[in-house]
């Protein structure tokens, strides 16, 4: 008789995987992170010298499109806010936009992974 033990090469799908481990989980997702947070350091030379210049269109971008609805939204308040409350829902909509992309990725990143090792 013999026996064949396996072992299963990724995570069962049941597991239900982490906030932070979806976030953070893996490499990509974490290089992603740290782009989006080197583009958003001119950021703070802007709050810090107060030159209102185009600093956080880099970083707009690369959290795109789920960023697009803070625009909508700092619009849509504009007009009955302070004008330092635009900026901080333009802000929180880049947070925002790099959790979500990151999460994204992560998810993309374990569906290859899947993927090829269950192939070989």
Do not use: K
Not at 5 to 14: D, K, N, R, V, W
Not at 22 to 48: N, S
Not at 71 to 91: K, L, N, R
């Amino acid at each position: 008789m013999i026996v064949v033990m396996t072992t299963p090469i990724a995570a069962p799908l049941t597991a239900r995987p982490t906030f932070a481990s979806l976030v953070f989980g893996t490499w990509p997702a974490r290089i992603y992170l740290g782009v989006v947070a080197l583009l958003t350091l001119p950021l703070i030379w802007v709050h810090i010298t107060g030159d209102d210049t185009m600093a956080a269109i880099p970083a707009f971008f690369a959290t795109a499109p789920a960023s697009y609805l803070a625009v909508i939204v700092a619009d849509s308040i504009s007009h009955d806010v302070p004008q330092w409350a635009g900026y901080v829902v333009f802000e929180i909509g880049i947070v925002f936009g790099a959790i979500v992309n990151a999460i994204l990725i992560s998810l993309a990143t374990r569906l290859v992974t899947r993927m090829f090792s269950r192939s070989r």
